[in-house]
């Protein structure tokens, strides 16, 4: 297609504000998707990201729309990830767009990742056109979101769209916007190719497809590629565009969205940002890759474990296959004395690994337990070695260390002004700093911080909600490492200590989380036949204990009238419960106790 | 091992003719207490009639399944509240255990007795009919503990009611007990069981209050009116018991039952005939709805609904609901975990003698645990709860189970 009739866009919203149902007005009015096969909702295909009301994997269409200039245009919409563990793809994904159509709930009004989003399209030098989304609810105000997005955007009110996703009012203005707001792409067929992935998924018959847009040049089929950051060549088995099934072609020119299948078997070796060109024997390849190539970084890590030591190699299996399509999905075996045979598995964010966990335990029917998460270390011994840590059981003692650095976080609180108190004090209880103050309207402001991650992962998103009733939003990015003064909780059941219970805190509140953590134990761990000491140590140093009492009675009623089946149930129950529970020489620890840490609260 | 047909060997041993026991469950009550989740039911007096009739037809019915008539060497009225029911049911319900069974002329026949809800012509008449042992619903001797749990009775009901069971000729009589209950205290117990022990019933069965899903007790706990029961405290309540019972002449052969000794002998003949053949998995047949039997390598049981059991009867069908096959490997386990609940545990070569197997093998790895936990104590003969076991019987339970 002529580039000129081409537009490459995506859709940037916050969670709720209505993406995937524009997105599904859109195939429909343009009629991608006939409305009878419309499954609700197309592009978000996985269960779980449904469930959980977000789209994980960024996933393109092409759609035909004839305008009101009554030509044809080829409307290339890419799907972005909804939340923020998934920045980066995000930003590989708007790298590939010309525009954005930024979405806005009238009833909620900007949020913090209306923001974010906006901010890394606009670094992409994207042209945005505004939607105030949900303007047939009774609840909505849209003339104050309207100026609010106005002000936002620099923007006169008219040139903001006022639909309605749901009833489909508002479809054929924003397409029409499309074509004519957003500039063609401006690219250059001569050129040697480079195309930039930004997502890639493994198909069970083509291998791993890479979602390319083609900055440059000309990406016919049959040809040998060559990836520019890992120098990996590959063949172009199929080349072809999404409408939105994966339809052939003969090939992909500069401008167009489509994809390639490679036939390679994992999803590692195509990472997302990186650039594919010719294979020096096919052509002349590009010099420069395009630009913001990272390789994907875990950011949190956690322990899983089989509950029954003898899933060991399912839980490998199963690691296996979900790594097939997850490229930041990183695990290495790890062995602990309390836990056994499991894998540090590192993970985008706390998201991220709730999805997997949830993944291993329900399709691959694993019974997991999972340690408290934890981020990666960097701890410059007095020998002189640095080295990076990752599971605080293997944090060195605290006379081999010289000094530990742990990640900061940028972040960003949305929130009515009635909060900023409370969520000050939450943030400063987690050891963040203040940064600034911005007023978005009368109501709301946005409050920035420097907060290590590590007091990100535990609980914080929950605690700011309840705080703030809900109203708050959240979004973060990662700043830089900094030196902290972090010592090592050891927690010790029964005069033991459980590795895969231990925990890094700073120093000033180690003494607070140990006591907490403790009081939390005694009340997850259930009663024993004999009396079980919870303890907290630093080094040999006890700093807080409690003590589970010995369970006396447990014993069932007579077998009345000889219903013997039915107390036989009951033992039985009692029995499987058990089975779930790990045992550490003589004391059973239930699956909750490992994240007990994620619940202690902030009382403090 | 493998076991695909071995669950049909007969609960017994093989030259012994297995006199079976029988059960008649009785669903009438006067009032519904707050603590009971069983099928029982406060305003079903209209059904007695055609109760009655539909489980002496039941009990008919499985006589003749019999080409010989089984032996029967106990029956039990349980319920609900059978001694609601006027005698003449009971008569018709007796004469039909004597026309389908070989009833034993020692047969232990045992009657569930509410306070309030019995006078003495009634128990006379019961006696007459061959009824020789009362088992009477007493739970406690404490007005407001009663009241509390919606008893509707008194503890003057309960003494009458004892009283009047003496006179009528009643000499082997034991009185239910509950323990734990909400509010109350060790000193309440106590003198409950003082009070007991002054009257010197045969037999004594003291029970654990456990709080039922769906009951009344249940959500008053829920709602926060009566505190949750405290183990710790039935823990306590049950050594109080343990000790005075024993003081006062009565021997714990069951981790809920005490029956008065008689002279030195080791077992009290005054122990629960009826309850023993459940505890050493011997057959039984149960009657009535949502009763359970045990035999022939199955267990089976009736609908629950009464009102359902009698249509059944009505349309000459069977009341059976449900049924499980008892294999081996599951009916060894059953042994070890109903045997264990009596002091007298179980006896190895018994248990061998019965399966061929050795339990000390079979469940070497599980014995051995709750061994060293302090739970059970073993000798050359036998393995047994040890007073804590008792306590904590289903820690040592579970682990048996297949
Ligand atoms: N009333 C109304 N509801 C809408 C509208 N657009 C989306 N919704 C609802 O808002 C919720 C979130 O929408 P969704 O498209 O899943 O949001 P996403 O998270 O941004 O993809 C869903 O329940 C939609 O049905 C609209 O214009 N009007
Ligand atoms: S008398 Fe017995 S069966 Fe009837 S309601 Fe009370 S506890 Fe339940």
């Known amino acids: 297609m002529d580039q000129s009739r081409i537009r490459n866009l995506c859709i940037i919203a916050h969670i709720d504000h209505g993406k995937s149902t524009l997105t599904d007005r859109l195939l429909e009015f343009t009629g991608t998707v006939a409305k009878r096969e419309m499954v609700e909702q197309v592009m978000d295909q996985m269960d779980l990201e449904r469930e959980k009301g977000i789209t994980i994997k960024a996933k393109a269409v092409r759609m035909l729309y004839r305008a009101h200039d009554g030509v044809e245009y080829e409307l290339n919409l890419i799907d972005t990830p909804g939340h923020v563990d998934f920045t980066y793809e995000v930003s590989r994904a708007l790298a590939a767009c010309e525009g954005a159509i930024l979405v806005v709930d009238a009833t909620q009004g900007i949020e913090a990742q209306t923001l974010a989003n906006l901010y890394l399209a606009l670094e992409h030098n994207l042209t945005i056109i505004p939607v105030l989304n949900k303007i047939d609810l009774a609840s909505a105000r849209p003339d104050e979101v309207s100026d609010e997005m106005a002000k936002l955007l620099n923007a006169p009110n008219e040139q903001i769209i006022r639909a309605s996703a749901k009833e489909g009012t508002g479809t054929e203005q924003i397409l029409e916007a499309i074509v004519t707001q957003i500039p063609p792409p401006a690219a250059n067929t001569a050129l040697p190719l480079r195309a930039l992935i930004f997502d890639s998924k493994y198909d069970a018959y083509k291998g791993v497809v890479a979602y390319v847009r083609v900055v440059d040049g000309e990406l016919p089929r049959n040809q040998k590629l060559k990836l520019m950051s890992s120098g990996l060549e590959i063949d172009a088995l199929e080349v072809g565009v999404f409408r939105p099934k994966m339809v052939a072609g003969e090939s992909l020119s500069a401008g167009e969205v489509g994809y390639v299948a490679t036939g390679l078997k994992s999803v590692r070796d195509i990472q997302v940002g990186d650039t594919i060109t010719h294979a020096a024997s096919a052509g002349a390849p590009a010099v420069e890759p395009l630009p913001g190539f990272r390789p994907a970084k875990p950011m949190v890590f956690a322990g899983f474990y089989p509950v029954e030591t003898n899933d060991y190699p399912l839980l490998r299996d199963a690691l296996d296959k979900l790594k097939l399509n997850d490229a930041s999905l990183t695990y290495d075996p790890e062995t602990s004395a309390a836990l056994g045979f499991g894998f540090r598995c590192g993970f985008l964010g706390l998201l991220h690994l709730e999805i997997v966990q949830e993944r291993l335990e329900r399709e691959y029917d694993l019974n997991l337990i999972a340690t408290a998460p934890s981020v990666e270390y960097h701890v410059l011994k007095t020998s002189g070695d640095l080295i990076t840590v990752d599971n605080p059981a293997e944090m060195p003692d605290g006379a081999e260390i010289a000094e530990i650095e742990e990640p900061w976080m940028r972040i960003q609180v949305f929130t009515p002004k009635e909060y900023i108190g409370a969520v000050m004090d939450l943030v400063v209880a987690r050891r963040g700093a203040f940064d600034k103050m911005e007023y978005l309207d009368e109501a709301r402001v946005m409050l920035s911080y420097v907060m290590p991650l590590s007091e990100l992962i535990v609980d914080f998103y929950d605690q700011l909600k309840s705080r703030t009733r809900g109203y708050a939003s959240l979004d973060y990015t990662f700043a830089d490492y900094r030196v902290s003064d972090l010592v090592r909780l050891n927690i010790l059941v029964n005069e033991e200590a459980v590795d895969a219970l231990s925990m890094i805190v700073h120093k000033d509140y180690a003494y607070a989380r140990g006591a907490a953590l403790c009081k939390k134990l005694k009340e997850v761990i259930p009663q024993q036949l004999f009396p079980v000491p919870i303890q907290a140590a630093i080094g040999g140093h006890i700093i807080a204990r409690e003590t589970i009492r010995a369970i006396r009675k447990d014993v069932l009623a007579k077998c009345y009238g000889g219903d013997i089946t039915r107390k036989r149930k009951l033992l039985e129950k009692q029995k499987a419960g058990k089975k779930r529970m790990k045992r550490f020489g003589n004391v059973e620890i239930p699956q909750d106790a490992f994240m007990a840490v994620l619940k202690l609260g902030d009382e403090e | ?402």
């Open chain 2, 1 to 402: 091992m493998t076991s695909a047909h071995s669950w049909t060997l007969p609960l017994a041993p093989r030259d012994v003719t297995p006199a079976v026991a029988l059960f008649v469950f009785i669903p009438f009550c006067k009032i519904k207490c707050t603590y009971c989740d069983f099928n029982a039911y406060a305003n079903l007096s209209r059904a007695m009639m055609p109760y009655a009739d539909a489980v002496a037809r039941e009990i008919e019915i499985a006589g003749a399944r019999h080409a010989s008539p089984l032996p029967a060497k106990t029956i039990y009225f349980g319920g609900g509240t059978p001694s609601l029911v006027p005698v003449a049911h009971v008569e018709k319900i007796l004469r039909a255990c004597h026309r389908a069974f070989v009833v034993a002329g020692n047969a232990e026949i045992t009657l569930e007795a509410n306070p309030g809800t019995i006078d003495a012509d009634k128990l006379r008449a019961l006696r007459a009919l061959g009824v020789n042992r009362l088992c009477i619903g007493v739970q406690a001797f404490d007005d407001a503990v009663l009241r509390r749990l919606n008893r509707g009775h008194t503890v003057a009901d309960a003494l009458e009611t004892y009283d009047l069971a003496r006179r009528a000729g009643f000499d082997n009589v034991n009185l239910d007990f509950i323990y734990g209950l909400p509010l109350q205290t060790l000193d309440d117990w106590r003198a409950t069981l003082e009070r007991a022990c002054a009257l010197a019933p045969e037999h004594l069965s003291l029970y654990a209050l456990k709080v039922e899903g769906g009951t009344g007790l249940e959500h008053q706990i829920k709602r926060g009116k009566y505190p949750a029961p405290d183990d710790d405290v039935a823990a306590d309540m049950n050594d109080l018991a343990e000790e005075m019972l024993g003081a006062a002449g009565y021997a714990q052969y069951e981790i809920s039952n005490w029956a008065r000794r008689v002279g030195a002998r080791h077992a009290s003949p005054l122990q629960s005939r009826h309850n023993l053949t459940y505890w050493r998995t011997e057959p039984y047949l149960g009657f009535g709805a949502g009763a359970h039997s045990c035999f022939g390598g199955e267990r089976y049981w009736n609908v629950l609904s009464p009102l359902e059991y009698i249509q059944r009867a009505e349309r000459g069908e069977s009341a059976v609901a449900g049924s499980e096959p008892i294999s081996r490997e599951l009916e060894m386990a059953e042994t070890m975990i109903l045997g264990l609940r009596l002091n007298e545990g179980i006896a190895f070569d018994a248990f061998a003698a019965r399966y061929g197997e050795d339990a000390r093998e079979k469940y070497a790895a599980q014995l051995r645990e709750v061994n060293a936990l302090g739970l059970v104590e073993m000798s050359e003969e036998c393995v047994r709860l040890t007073p804590r076991g008792r306590l904590l019987s289903n820690e040592v339970f579970w682990r048996l189970l297949p």
